[in-house]
């Protein structure tokens, strides 16, 4: 079991981060074991294919087998939202001695992969070798694998993070980790996190408590390390809506929603047209048109520029997509 200890100002600077690294990093566990992860059978499908074998052993050698993952890999966000350039860039700064510990400490039973024979080398230099290694293949893996559905995943992230803010501000810290999951215990200034392969207490002490959610925790994720400030990644809510296929559109779903005079004037609305034009095209009286422009324009459909005397619209980003997605069936 591995306990925080958090003080009142601990818990004052509980907070949320995203980690794209985090993501990369726990997602090394659904290759090497799918059976823990269904939900993310579909992901593990399409990305298999398309990495190079000896790339993916390194890093797979990188989750130990209590399921583990070196806490250098996975840095302590600085930020709300840090980019993955960002983070790598702090692990290629890790000092070897540093690379040495956490890499052994994942392999406690000290049975270490011929790949990774080198970390416990005296000299530095096998480890600065490897640790850039491991770099170099997690650009790419991140590349090839999360870096095209990061997006989906940053909305399920975000999702979760609202739902746990509103969790605290209604019942505090006992309501946030009340249904984070099962492994996890709030009691007297203390979260308890059960079935860890360590046993240690690590005190906040000022440092607060950083919750990155993940969608591929299957449980909670505090760093390996004592030495490690207060993180926890934990699995996130909303997982099984990730790989879920797009709803198909509606043709007429834009008709219906803005009524066929306003679709009507949408799909026209391709070049900058001022009312008058726009009336005589559609057959219409030029009140009428202001009146459905009017509307457009106060939902961000479309968008308007004075030249001259005459008062120009046209469709918005927003608007191209609204209508493209109807053009498309």
């Not at 004052?12 to 823990?36: H, K, M, N």
């Not at 215990?185 to 392969?197: E, P, T």
């Not at 198909?248 to 900058?272: F, M, N, Q």
Request: proline fraction near 9%; hydrophobic fraction near 45%.
């Amino acid at each position: 079991m591995i306990s925080f200890v958090l003080s009142v100002e601990d818990l004052a600077d509980t907070r949320f981060a995203i980690s794209p690294i985090y993501q990369t990093v726990l997602s090394l566990r659904v290759l090497r074991e799918p059976g823990l992860y269904a939900l993310h059978l579909p992901w593990r499908r399409s990305v298999l294919g398309r990495l190079d074998a000896p790339g993916a052993d390194l890093l797979m050698s990188l989750v130990g087998p209590d399921r583990a993952v070196a806490d250098f890999l996975t840095p302590r966000p600085t930020e709300f939202a840090v980019t993955f350039e960002e983070e790598l860039t702090a692990v290629r700064r890790t000092p070897p001695d540093v690379v040495r510990r956490d890499v052994l400490a994942v392999y406690p039973r000290g049975r270490l992969p011929d790949i990774l024979q080198g970390i416990t080398a005296d000299d530095d230099a096998p480890v600065l070798v490897l640790r850039d290694a491991i770099c170099d293949h997690l650009q790419r893996y991140w590349e090839i694998a999360i870096r095209p559905t990061w997006p989906q995943m940053r909305l399920v992230l975000e999702a979760d993070m609202t739902y746990r803010a509103r969790q605290l501000a209604v019942g505090g810290a006992r309501l946030l980790f009340a249904d984070m999951h099962p492994n996890l215990r709030w009691q007297d200034g203390v979260l308890h996190i059960d079935k860890m392969i360590g046993r240690h207490h690590v005190a906040a002490a000022g440092r607060g408590l950083l919750l990155v959610p993940s969608v591929f925790s299957y449980k909670p994720a505090p760093p390996v390390s004592p030495q490690e400030p207060p993180v926890l990644a934990y699995p996130c809510r909303g997982v099984a809506t990730l790989w879920a296929p797009t709803p198909t559109a509606d043709a007429t779903a834009v008709t219906l929603l803005l009524g066929a005079p306003r679709a009507r004037l949408l799909h026209l609305l391709a070049e900058p047209l001022p009312t008058v034009e726009i009336a005589r095209r559609l057959t219409v009286t030029p009140s009428a048109v202001s009146q459905h422009l009017k509307v457009l324009h106060a939902t961000g459909l479309i968008t308007r520029a004075r030249d001259g005397r005459h008062v120009l619209y046209r469709r918005s980003p927003l608007g191209d997509q609204v209508v493209g997605q109807s053009a498309e069936q």
